[in-house]
């Protein structure tokens, strides 16, 4: 039997390769936005435990509570607004990678279809063969015994 070659493998390896590029892509921007995730819930824990420890406090120490929570807080808003970019480059980059995934897809689905019409054929062709041998062996045998052939 013979083996199957499929005539677009350089093109469907290209595209399995432009699919991981997306992944990993997509992978790491995912992780940008997780550890901005992180920091935004550290940020509000911090803000909640300055804002908790200075109740009772003195008058000094509730200025100075006052001016680190609006550091915090502005802190809170320069993450919150890399989040929102990062996410949007998440957006894009996992449609990205949903398009690249289906090239690559339809390629895939494609060879299969190939393959299995390949070897399909090839099995037809073997049994042909082997019919043809058996009908020349029956043949043979029939002579050599001296029967007709009907």
């Known amino acids: 039997m013979r083996e199957f070659r499929f005539r677009l493998e350089p093109i469907l390896s290209i595209r399995r390769h432009k699919t991981k590029e997306a992944e990993i892509e997509l992978a790491r921007v995912d992780g940008e936005c997780l550890q901005l995730e992180r920091q935004i819930h550290e940020l509000q824990e911090e803000r909640r435990t300055v804002y908790h420890s200075g109740l009772g406090a003195d008058l000094e120490f509730r200025v100075a509570q006052a001016a680190y929570i609006a550091r915090l807080n502005a802190a809170l808003e320069e993450v919150g607004r890399r989040l929102q ?36 054929c090839e099995r037809a062709d073997q049994l042909t063969e082997m019919n043809e041998i058996g009908v020349n062996i029956t043949a043979r045998r029939n002579k050599n015994r001296g029967t007709p052939l009907k």
């Open 85 to 120: 970019e990062r996410s949007a480059e998440r957006e894009r980059l996992r449609e990205r990678y949903r398009e690249v995934a289906r090239e690559e897809q339809v390629l895939d689905k494609l060879r299969e279809r190939r393959a299995e019409e390949h070897y399909r």
